[in-house]
């Protein structure tokens, strides 16, 4: 199964997301485990299979990106953390790992 981890700033404002983000993996059978961590609890949660940033953590890409070269790093982008599109946030969640991103 494969685990997602959404960070943020406080580990606050993706809660929201990560319930929406389940609800849409529910719809579409998919079995996942998300979560949602402060920035300095992201170790704490390995292993995981991709690592995605509240935009407000986009500075962070890079660095977390280098410190753990084996999985995909991304921020989320800007719309769809607002609209709290959990579908849209899973979509490219799955995409990144099937490519390896």
């Known amino acids: 199964m494969k685990k997602i981890l959404l960070a ?24 996942v485990i998300i979560d949602a961590v402060a920035e300095s609890d992201i170790a704490d949660q390995a292993p995981f299979d991709i690592i995605m940033l509240g935009p407000q953590m986009g500075h962070a890409e890079g660095d977390l990106a280098a410190e ?34």
Do not use: N
């Not at 943020?8 to 609800?23: I, P």
């Not at 982008?77 to 990144?96: H, N, P």
């Open 68 to 101: 753990y070269p084996s999985i995909p790093v991304t921020t989320i982008e800007m719309m769809a953390y607002g609209m709290m599109d959990g579908d849209k946030v899973l979509e490219t969640a799955i995409e990144l790992m099937e490519k390896g991103a």
């Open 8 to 31: 943020c700033a406080g580990g606050f404002s993706t809660s929201m997301l990560v319930e929406r983000m389940k609800d849409a993996a529910r719809a579409k059978g998919i079995e």
